[in-house]
Each structure stands twice: as structure tokens, then as C-alpha cells.
């Protein structure tokens, strides 16, 4: 079972910021891209944010301007850096690993946000 290691969440007030992280195991090659989705009580999960193990990013357009996706393609490790952040950002954030022939999520990290 592979396991997708997730940190950086927490409480946050609005228009503060945290910094996620999501580290895959080293033996797992051929990563095409690593991501972030999220879900809100409620609510289905929905797409944040993804980078290409070429650099290319994407965002939902909820989160454009204010996150900001990047990689280290050496540590199998994506990152978040989620700045402004709005009460509606709060749910359980997702990490995301895609390969040609695997897809593999981790167990979530809780991201709130609250005065």
C-alpha cells in the first residue's frame, strides 16, 4: 500500500496562510503529475491544484492568484502555498500522485479557516 505522507494543515484566520506538503515514496518512478484536491463538509471533492513533473501548473479558479503549486521532483514532494485564505478554502485537503499506471491519494489533512 503506497502511502502519500500530508503535513501543514491547521487553523488559520482568514487572510492568513499555511503551507502544505505531500511527500511520495522514493521508490515510486514515472510520476507525471501530483496534486492537491479538497473537500468540504458536505460537499464532493473537488480539484485545487496540479503540477506536471515538466513544471505545468493548474488551478481551479477558486484559488488562482492566492495558491501557489510547486514540486521537488527529486523528493517526490509537491507543495501548497495557499496565501489569502477565504473561510470557503476550509475542508480536508487531498494529495494526489498520477503515474501511467497508478493513482494514488493520501489520507487528508484538515485546513480551517476561522476568526
Known amino acids: 500500500q503506497v502511502q502519500l505522507v500530508e503535513s501543514g494543515g491547521g487553523l488559520v484566520q482568514p487572510g492568513g496562510s499555511l503551507r502544505l506538503s505531500c511527500a511520495a515514496p522514493g521508490n515510486i518512478v514515472n510520476i507525471y503529475s501530483m496534486g492537491w484536491w479538497r473537500q468540504a463538509p458536505g460537499k464532493q471533492r473537488e480539484f485545487v491544484a496540479a503540477?506536471?513533473?515538466?513544471?505545468?501548473?493548474n488551478y481551479a479558479d477558486s484559488v488562482k492568484g492566492r495558491f501557489t503549486i510547486s514540486r521537488d521532483n527529486a523528493k517526490n514532494t509537491v507543495y501548497l502555498q495557499m496565501n489569502s485564505l477565504k473561510p470557503e478554502d476550509t475542508g480536508v485537503y487531498y494529495c494526489?500522485?498520477?503515474?501511467?499506471?497508478?493513482?494514488?491519494w493520501g489520507q487528508g489533512t484538515q485546513v480551517t479557516v476561522s476568526s
Open positions: 503540477i506536471t513533473s515538466g513544471g505545468l501548473t
Open positions: 494526489n500522485c498520477r503515474g501511467k499506471r497508478y493513482d494514488y
